[in-house]
């Protein structure tokens, strides 16, 4: 698929098929997207951690309520590791960037491969450092659940986008 019609097609799935496994092939095309993203100083200073929902949805129901965010059969969880990662002069670490790039290209990755995500950034961090036994040097950053979208999943309608002229400034 043409990289722009990717991105115009992509959207956040939030019904899973539950029976349908991710293939290994897949998964790992996935994380290696993630593993070849831009990273400030190319520190890479991230790890994905990657749970299977089977017998563990009471888990992560703590993590963020949602139903559906447990019907995938995985859920990808990017990490910073603010301590290794690349910071500016004026004391800006770039962690919560170099994690967001990482989860983007998670996110495309598996809408090439026609699988479904949904960027969460409205977790709960204690309850998601207890699940995944994080200590302080991991900081959770975003979760997806990453699946095959459920037959019922329809792509919402095109959100309404502001105009580039609104969001560019040419200087």
Not at 53 to 80: H, M, N, Q, S
Not at 119 to 147: C, K, N, Y
């Amino acid at each position: 698929m043409d990289f722009f019609d990717l991105i115009k097609e992509r959207y956040s799935v939030r019904s899973y098929n539950p029976n349908k496994k991710v293939e290994q092939e897949k998964l790992n095309n996935i994380l290696e997207a993630a593993r070849l993203a831009p990273t400030a100083a190319n520190r890479q200073a991230f790890k994905i951690i990657v749970m299977e929902t089977e017998g563990r949805k009471e888990d992560l129901k703590r993590i963020y309520g949602r139903p559906w965010f447990a019907e995938a059969p995985l859920v990808l969880c990017v990490c910073a590791i603010p301590g290794k990662c690349w910071v500016r002069l004026d004391g800006k670490n770039y962690s919560d960037v170099d994690a967001a790039i990482v989860m983007d290209h998670i996110v495309l990755a598996a809408a090439a491969q026609g699988l479904g995500t949904c960027w969460i950034g409205a977790f709960d961090l204690q309850a998601a450092r207890q699940v995944l036994g994080l200590d302080d040097s991991l900081e959770p950053v975003a979760f997806t659940p990453l699946g095959y979208p459920s037959e019922s999943s329809v792509r919402p309608p095109v959100k309404a986008r502001k105009p580039l002229e609104e969001l560019v400034i040419y200087k």
